[in-house]
């Protein structure tokens, strides 16, 4: 018996020997570095998910950061960030603690207005939530952001956060009463109270800048190619290598990603990133159309968070056995912001089929019925998004519907039916386009 054993493990030794002989040293190395940049894609993508978002600010606006970059109208196809709500008004602050120390954003208290606002990293991990269902309640407050290494004692009078990044950035929706054009100039308003100033200028704030993205082709959907490793490689220049992550530095370097080197692959890397970068999103692809655990057991809805994701997010990673980057990489391959307590100022919920299981076609027909009396405080909302982009479909004068729109349309029972496709039933307004859609409500 042991002979025999000793036998198969001998003939399993001499294949897997000449199998290895078989590839060329180039064609190795070729494998190598393809698997490699696979996985730096899927581990990396909500650091580049949030540098592109950065760099569309930078390059199309003229904000900067440590400033209020917003929208003065409910986003529209221009903006093509991921999965956004066309039903608030958008004020992003992009903040950067390297040289400007620790930086304060100053949120206004909950009075003619509210903010559903989140705060987090360049690794998109929340540090806090604020306006009513964050840490001020509505209150309003200060938020202190303090750099990696912060050695001082936070000021008192502050909501201090301690950051793994220098940079990172807030998201923050001023809520909606209505799309009429006060409402709509109300929230503005609102939002426009927000200030942003470094700590080290407190006792005389300089007057924070605001610049309108409103219409601005804004395109920060995940670029599958090249593109997303010199977005990574931007992200390994600024910022410190966090202990978690420290197994990436060796895998990236054989990318040609090393700290303090420029980036600078030839033709045949290049071409080996694009293949790679290819391949990570039909990894991530097929991980979408398996779907995320349904709200209950026969729902087609889901919530877009994986359990552990959400775990693992919420406690800063600080779970010992989860580090969950393939949930992660999915969650931001289709959407932005972490948020540290999921489920109160908002709750998603993503369909990417009908009730009968088929993907939905923009070339066909829907209905989505709301019940009545939706247990929500200020308003519901669906919106179509595009498959795959996931922004919104391009060239659609209007993505969503929600129950603050007026012209939105009750039935008897108090409940409302949303009708999504490329020609509206009689009397509706609601037009598509020929793309595949999801939907998020």
């Known amino acids: 018996m042991l002979k025999t054993i000793l036998t198969v493990l001998s003939l399993l030794a001499a294949i ?12 190795s190395q070729r494998r190598a570095i393809e698997r490699r940049a696979v996985e730096a894609v899927i581990w990396g993508m909500p650091a580049v998910n949030y540098d592109l978002m950065l760099q569309e600010m930078l390059s199309k606006t003229a904000g900067k950061v440590n400033q209020v970059t917003y929208w003065s109208r409910p986003v529209n196809w221009h903006n093509q960030t991921l999965t956004p709500n066309p039903d608030a008004i958008y004020f992003m602050v992009f903040f950067d603690t390297k040289e400007a120390g620790p930086i304060v954003i100053n949120v206004p208290p909950a009075e003619g207005g509210s903010f559903a606002a989140n705060i987090d990293t360049v690794w998109q991990m929340p540090l806090e939530d604020a306006g009513p269902y964050g840490a001020d309640k509505g209150a309003g407050g200060k938020y202190l952001i303090l750099p990696p290494g912060y050695q001082g004692e936070a000021p008192d009078g502050y909501i201090a ?8 950035y807030a998201l923050l929706r001023s809520n909606l009463a209505s799309h009429r054009d006060a409402d709509i ?45 010199e977005s990574l490689d931007r992200i390994v220049q600024s910022e410190p290598w966090l202990t978690r992550d420290k197994a990436m530095i060796d895998q990236l370097k054989s990318l040609g990603i090393e700290k303090g080197k420029p980036f600078a692959p ?9 293949n790679a970068a290819t391949e990570a999103r039909a990894f991530l692809d097929h991980m979408y159309e398996v779907g995320y655990p349904p709200f209950f057991p026969t729902a087609h809805w889901a919530v877009p968070a994986f359990p552990d994701l959400v775990k693992a997010g919420s406690s800063g990673y600080a779970e010992p056995d ?9 969650t931001y391959s289709m959407g932005y912001i972490g948020i540290k307590r999921l489920g109160t100022a908002q709750t998603y919920l993503i369909a990417n089929k009908d009730r009968d299981g088929e993907a939905f076609a923009g070339s066909r027909s829907y209905r989505l019925h709301v019940p009545a009396n939706v247990p929500v405080e200020l308003y519901w909302s669906v919106t179509v998004y595009d498959r795959q982009t996931h922004a919104l479909v391009k060239n659609t004068d209007r993505a969503s519907r929600a129950s603050n729109a007026a012209e939105v349309q009750m039935n008897p029972d108090g409940s409302t039916d949303i009708f999504f496709g490329p020609k509206p039933p009689e009397g509706k307004e609601f037009e598509l386009g020929a793309h595949r859609p999801a939907a998020r409500l």
């Open 16 to 27: 897997c020997t000449a199998t290895a002989q078989g590839i060329a040293p180039g064609e």
């Open 161 to 168: 956060v301690q950051s793994e990044t220098f940079g990172g």
């Open 185 to 229: 100039e109300k929230a503005v308003a609102y939002g426009k109270r927000l200030k942003v100033y470094p700590l080290s200028q407190e006792a005389s704030p300089p007057e924070t800048i605001y610049t309108d993205a409103n219409n601005v082709l804004y395109d920060s959907t995940i670029a599958y190619d090249v593109r997303f490793f």
């Open 266 to 274: 030839d033709a045949e890397t290049t071409a080996v990133l694009n």
């Open 322 to 330: 989860i580090y969950p980057v393939d949930y992660r990489a999915l």
